[in-house]
């Protein structure tokens, strides 16, 4: 009797760690705004990372687009730096539109000399795609939003599959002060206010007759 339960034990454990195992296997990329979110003040300067996690070394990635959405209201970009490490190659293809209005546009390609070992081997599961600058010009919350994600394989005859993204903000606000979140009044709400607006103005109409 003994030795059954302790098979079953061993055979309950073996299927946890195959489940943990696919699990991981199944991963997905994920490309991700780090900080996710930080305060400075109007004239300060905040620096974000763009990271992606959960590569796989079998399929490293050799490039990556993105749009990176700002509020140009709030913040200013100041600078941008692909592959600060330098992970995918010394002579890497860089065609990024730069920041322009709310937004900055990033396409990048490892060096055409990368192998799938070389950029395994320095990529890891997860490494910084990019490095940003920006400076807060007025109190107010920016969200920092991905979009248009892209990640190749790594030698750019296919797209990894699944990737997500995962947004952050920069809250720029008055020294002391919590962020002032700028929030766009929903119809709904805009008609409520403009209906107890006129409520009001006829109140005071009646009174003063």
Known sequence: MKTIHRTL??????????????????????????????TIGVGGNAAVNIIVSGLSL??????????LGFNNTFVSGVSFLNDPGH??????????GGFGGGSLDLFFVADATATLATLA????????????????????LSPLTLSNVVLSNWNGD????????????????????????????????????????????????????
């Open 9 to 38: 034990q061993r055979l309950a454990l073996a299927a946890v760690a195959a489940t943990a195992f696919l699990s991981q296997a199944e991963a997905a990329p994920v490309v991700s705004v780090s900080p996710a979110s930080q």
């Open 58 to 67: 079998t399929d490293p990635t050799g490039g990556f687009s993105l749009t």
């Open 87 to 96: 992970l995918m190659g010394l002579a890497p293809l860089d065609l990024s």
């Open 121 to 140: 081997a320095a990529e890891g599961t997860s490494f910084t795609l990019a490095t940003l600058s920006f400076m807060g010009t007025a109190a107010g």
């Open 158 to 209: 296919s797209t990894l599959a699944g990737v997500s993204a995962v947004n952050g903000s920069i809250c720029v606000s008055v020294t002391g002060e919590p962020c002032v979140i700028n929030a766009i009044p929903e119809p709904e709400t805009m008609l409520l206010l403009a209906t107890g607006l006129a409520a009001l103005a006829l109140r005071q109409r009646r009174r003063r007759a």
